[in-house]
């Protein structure tokens, strides 16, 4: 399979001038930067998972780790969590997010925390994004904990084990460096099967990679669990979708 054509959007220079960016419209302006892929791809994964996993994973010992990105801990204190309309923005996009390498300006981890999520872990490799999401986070006084960390580069596996691994951009983020991508792709795949619990869940969202070939990636560690619908469109006699969402198990 051939790797995609390189781009100053998998280069960690890349994003931390434009969180630095964001960092000065958000001081200045009030703007609190991009929500990566869009709101309604958050709904697709929160319509999963409610009750995809819900039936599946006892509530009191549900991790969730949004890619590299968030974790939850004893998150679902309250039954009512499991009410859709109550959980607004749930899974943002991003991640990592934006573009989601990371947890990028942290928007899914603070809407998690107005939902009652608790004991929030924000990640993302560059410092800036970090700083960015602390901000906001205190702007909208929640109590998130966020950490500068690199998955292609730390040890996973101080950050433990998850029953769900969430990826919405750093994947392709990964994927579009100019330097061994293929090599840093597979170590991701390798440190996402070793971050999952027995029987967990990676989702992932990707609008580099279509289904045929993210699966044809994972499912070398991986099993597909199955593909959650996306908005798709006509041209040339062809159908297509702007993102790809799919959910593999261990």
């Not at 781009?7 to 419209?25: C, F, M, P, Q």
């Not at 679902?76 to 943002?92: A, N, Y």
């Amino acid at each position: 399979m051939d790797e995609l054509e390189s781009s100053e959007l998998g280069t960690h220079e890349y994003w931390k001038n434009a969180y630095a960016t964001e960092i000065e419209n958000f001081q200045n302006h009030g703007d609190p930067g991009d929500v990566w892929f869009g709101e309604d791809s958050a709904f697709r994964i929160i319509r999963w998972i409610y009750p995809g996993v819900m039936g599946v994973i006892p509530l009191s010992s549900l991790d969730l780790c949004l890619t590299i990105v968030i974790k939850l801990y004893p998150v679902l204190t309250e039954p009512r969590l499991c009410d859709l309309s109550r959980v607004k923005g749930w899974i943002q996009p991003y991640l990592f997010t934006n573009f989601d390498k990371g947890c990028g300006n942290g928007y899914t981890l603070i809407e998690l925390a107005k939902e009652g999520f608790t004991n929030l872990l924000g990640i993302d490799y560059c410092e800036e994004a970090i700083t960015l999401a602390k901000k906001l986070a205190e702007k909208e006084h929640q109590e998130i904990n966020y950490k500068v960390f690199d998955i292609t580069k730390e040890d996973p596996s101080e950050l433990g084990k998850f029953n769900i691994i969430h990826d919405k951009g750093t994947y392709d983020s990964i994927s579009l460096n100019p330097i061994e991508p293929k090599t840093q792709r597979e170590l991701y795949i390798e440190h996402v099967e070793n971050m999952l619990d027995n029987c967990g869940y990676f989702i992932i969202t990707s609008c580099n990679w279509t289904e045929r070939e993210l699966v044809e990636q994972f499912s070398i560690k991986l099993k597909l669990h199955c593909v959650i619908p996306t908005p798709q469109f006509k041209f040339g006699g062809k159908v297509g979708s702007v993102v790809s969402s799919l959910v593999f198990k261990k």
